[in-house]
């Protein structure tokens, strides 16, 4: 048995996941070790349960409160992740799932699990961070691409122009008053290639 145990401690250590439990009748929580862990708690004794509540993240605890409210009146298993801010205040993602624990048919406490899961959530945040990135560069590289097609078609209309001005040029008398208006054509042509 205390082998057991001890294979049981050793593997929700690796597993990051703690079991908790509410019982309604004397509004007690009881916590395995892992659970003091995510919160960085000392000591034996769990704070209460409305003290616990308030180590998850104001913005996460009406849905926490929701969750094992609507598992209470439905008689459903509830499964949520949600911010914890720990006793050194540093901020962890938990998943829990947990089920309403009856007595008579009347709800009595509640049992669950809580898993450290924040690896997986900076990885995931870490990764969409990278997809926004490669998005921002395949639109960077089809600007590219798109400018470089235009700049391309561009000195090709270019050098349409500076042709036909060079045969204007060529075909017309030396004293012909539009050989200066090609000579500015082809002055521009040749400004706006470079």
């Known amino acids: 048995l205390r082998e057991n145990e001890e294979r049981l401690r050793e593997t929700s250590r690796i597993a990051k996941v703690g079991g908790w439990e509410i019982d309604f009748e004397g509004n007690t929580l009881a916590w395995t070790e892992e659970i003091f862990r995510n919160y960085e708690l000392e000591g034996k004794t769990p704070p209460s349960v409305a003290d616990s509540i308030l180590f998850y993240h104001e913005e996460d605890r009406d849905r926490v409160k929701q969750a094992v409210a609507d598992a209470v009146a439905h008689g459903e298993n509830f499964d949520f992740e949600a911010r914890l801010v720990t006793a050194k205040g540093n901020l962890?993602?938990?998943?829990?799932?947990?089920?309403?624990?009856?007595?008579?048919?009347?709800?009595?406490?509640?049992?669950?699990?809580?898993?450290?899961?924040?690896?997986?959530?900076?990885?995931?945040?870490?990764?969409?961070?990278?997809?926004?990135?490669?998005?921002?560069?395949?639109?960077?590289?089809?600007?590219?691409?798109?400018?470089?097609?235009?700049?391309?078609?561009?000195?090709?209309?270019?050098?349409?122009?500076?042709?036909?001005?060079?045969?204007?040029?060529?075909?017309?008398?030396?004293?012909?008053?539009l050989r200066s208006d090609i000579r500015g054509i082809m002055h521009a042509a040749e400004h706006s290639a470079e």
């Open 92 to 177: 962890r993602w938990v998943r829990a799932i947990g089920s309403v624990l009856y007595r008579d048919g009347n709800p009595v406490g509640v049992r669950g699990m809580q898993q450290d899961i924040t690896d997986r959530k900076l990885a995931e945040e870490a990764q969409e961070r990278l997809q926004i990135q490669l998005g921002q560069a395949q639109k960077l590289d089809s600007i590219g691409r798109l400018a470089g097609g235009v700049a391309h078609d561009f000195n090709n209309m270019l050098g349409v122009i500076l042709g036909h001005a060079e045969m204007a040029l060529q075909s017309i008398d030396e004293d012909h008053p």
